[in-house]
């Protein structure tokens, strides 16, 4: 896993803004650093102080030949400059530096692993061309040779690269299919250049980048707890290409930028999950067991790296089966090394499930960690986190994923499994509840209905207000759903913003999210496409690369994702039962306490407990500084938000997580308002 950067322009590239791009995300490639510029003579490799060593091996064409800092001021102009920062998983020799060139015609900066590389290498091979390094991302760039952008369809994996075509002069920006790997990108005013990079924060190494707030993912942000549902961030200028597309830049005969490009480019997708669904006749004990098949390849696929690996566990069913088929799959191959697993655990007995963990780990060869988030430290370090995730985030659930991957950096392991995106296309969440139940009252099944009303209660203990949720949220046109706030659903308040100080809409984007699916499968689609799945792929990469850390996330297997959405809804939701075909498939192997697991937690952290408790100061005197800071856009009413939940008069509300969170990144950014 790595990080790359870059600049385009029309006038010649000062390498040094490239290099400074790249230092501010050098976390996320500590082994190995690489540039290379495009002067009219011909590439140029530079050096870096992190550069691997080359000795002793034959003079490679992407190997560097000159320091950067001897390149700066150099009177050779270069229009495009591409910097990349590596952390070594597959081929640790230096065949793996980047940027790298193929056929002295393609150049590649690439984030992200092809997990079926090997198979693709043998089928290139088969047409004659040649490999040097044990990489995927030469297997990148001889299949785009071959294939162009049908290379993407024959993937399996995650990325995002940018690959220039020095024949063609054009750039190609591209990201996988569920945006598992990021990819930013700013223009330049007047358009005359484009910067990419792996982060946002990396724009901050680039003078004539003015960061201001975006209006309306601002709003979004604050009243929804929304983010990356779309192209745009809270950063004004700054947008991403989104998952499942590509974007090209065409260059001049020398190079450089031959049009004026506009704010945002223009992407074209070549992944459509909704495209990709068909009917799958299958009885549901066979269709369970094509799904353990599907998942143990996922994981085999991703247990391909030359570091140590490990995987997250929070006692849940998806990190469980998992760790449960990394453990078959090292035994059958009579592995005796001991199995990693990383837990966040808590004090308060109430959101700690170590007794589920415990329940996987019994009696197995696994070598356990768990780790303890506090609320001192979670305020301690809430600066330092924003600046990690590049924007404000929705809960402190993100810190306990960040201090699970420093516990993973501190054991010197380098790959991790994690169970995200599961819950999106198996219908884990409760909210698959509502839009089962919603599409049987539209279609006038109401035997069904009542049979599916009696089992929810029974199963999750749901009462009417719990109900009357699901159902504003699946049926009432978005105009009524704000009623719920006078119910006490305090979740749907937004009168601390002052909606017309931030130049935004007061809009509900909650429906183009899939608040009103039709069917669990639509649910799933929203999810899957939208906010759901993007925020906490947002939240691993980040939290993960932080520590120099690659995460796979063997649950976005596309082969598994277009199954699994190609089955019945009632095969993933129930009687009230979710995940059920994943439930069947795990029978023999997950232990059954697990299996059998009806309540849905996650990554939790004691948020309600530390801001009612030992934090409730900090608290006060961060939505303080937040309402300063913010020049109006968080009215002071926020004040009595948190009053009200500190005296029990209302429930516990992330709002007001959201608003220390969002006072803390202006502060960290410089946003200028």
């Not at 700066?72 to 952390?87: D, E, I, M």
């Not at 199954?563 to 059954?592: I, N």
């Not at 992330?654 to 220390?660: A, E, L, N, Q």
Request: with cysteine; charged share 25%.
């Amino acid at each position: 896993m790595c990080g790359i950067v870059g600049l385009v322009q029309s006038r010649s590239i000062d390498i040094s803004h490239v290099v400074g791009m790249a230092e501010l995300i050098s976390h996320r490639g500590p082994d190995d650093e690489g540039y290379v510029v495009f002067p009219e003579r011909g590439p140029v490799c530079l050096s870096g102080d992190d550069t691997a060593a080359f000795d002793g091996m034959n003079s490679l064409p992407y190997q560097p030949t000159v320091h950067q800092r001897d390149w700066l001021g150099n009177a050779q102009a270069s229009f495009v400059a591409l910097g990349h920062r590596r952390l070594s998983i597959v081929d640790l020799s230096p065949f793996g530096h980047q940027p790298m060139s193929y056929m002295d015609r393609y150049w590649i900066v690439y984030n992200g692993e092809v997990y079926n590389y090997i198979e693709l290498r043998e089928e290139l091979q088969q047409s004659g061309y040649i490999f040097r390094s044990g990489t995927d991302t030469e297997v990148l760039l001889a299949g785009y040779d071959k294939w162009g952008v049908e290379l993407f369809d024959r993937c399996n994996g995650m990325w995002s690269m940018v690959l220039y075509d020095r024949k063609a002069k054009k750039l190609l920006l591209a990201r996988d299919r569920f945006g598992i790997k990021p990819l930013y990108y700013l223009v330049g005013a007047g358009g005359d250049s484009l910067a990419f990079a792996s982060e946002i924060k990396a724009f901050a190494a680039l003078s004539t980048w003015h960061r201001e707030i975006a209006a309306q993912p601002a709003f979004d942000f604050l009243a929804w707890g929304l983010q990356d549902h779309g192209e745009e961030t809270l950063f004004k200028g700054v947008f991403q290409i989104p998952p499942g597309h590509y974007a090209v830049v065409q260059l001049d005969a020398s190079g450089r930028l031959d049009e004026t490009l506009e704010t945002k480019l223009k992407s074209i997708r070549w992944y459509d999950l909704s495209s990709r669904i068909s009917g799958v006749s299958l009885e549901f004990k066979d269709a369970a067991q094509h799904l353990r098949e599907l998942l143990f390849d996922a994981v085999r696929l991703r247990m391909r790296a030359d570091v140590p690996l490990g995987s997250c566990l929070s006692g849940g069913l998806d990190s469980s089966s998992i760790v449960c088929l990394v453990r078959a799959l090292l035994c059958s191959i009579g592995s005796v090394q001991p199995q990693r697993t990383f837990s966040s655990c808590s004090e308060f007995s109430s959101i700690d499930e170590r007794d589920f963990i415990s329940e996987v780990t019994r009696g197995t060869n696994i070598q356990e960690t768990h780790v303890f988030p506090t609320g001192e430290e979670l305020f301690d370090r809430i600066d330092e986190l924003v600046w990690t995730q590049d924007e404000p985030f929705g809960s402190g659930s993100i810190f306990a994923q960040w201090c699970i991957f420093r516990a993973v950096h501190e054991q010197d392991v380098v790959v991790m499994l994690d169970g995200q995106g599961a819950d999106e296309h198996l219908a884990g969440y409760h909210g698959f509840i509502g839009a089962r139940l919603s599409r049987l009252l539209r279609k006038g099944n109401l035997s069904e209905f009542g049979a599916e009303f009696r089992s929810v209660r029974a199963l999750h203990g749901y009462g009417p207000q719990k109900f009357l949720q699901y159902f504003l949220a699946n049926l009432m046109p978005s105009s009524i759903r704000p009623l719920g706030a006078l119910g006490g659903m305090t979740q749907m308040r937004r009168d601390w913003i002052d909606v017309q100080a931030l130049g935004a809409l007061d809009r509900d984007p909650m429906v183009a999210l899939g608040a009103r699916a039709k069917s669990v499968r639509d649910l799933s689609l929203a999810q899957l496409g939208g906010a759901n799945l993007q925020m906490l792929l947002h939240w691993e990469d980040r939290n993960s690369m932080a520590h120099s850390i690659e995460s796979r996330v063997p649950f976005l297997d596309y082969r598994l994702v277009e199954y699994v959405l190609s089955l019945p809804d009632a095969f993933k939701l129930e009687r009230g039962l979710t995940k059920r075909v994943l439930r069947e498939a795990m029978h023999g192997l997950v232990p059954e306490k697990i299996l059998t697991r009806h309540d849905k937690k996650g990554f939790l952290t004691a948020e309600e407990y530390w801001m009612k408790g030992k934090q409730a100061r900090q608290v006060s005197e961060r939505i303080d500084e937040a309402i300063n800071l913010s020049r109006g856009i968080i009215k002071p009413a926020m004040r009595e938000v948190f009053s009200n939940v500190l005296a029990g008069r209302a429930p516990f509300s992330y709002h007001v997580w959201r608003v220390i969170c969002f006072g803390a990144w202006l502060k960290k950014f410089q946003i200028r308002l």
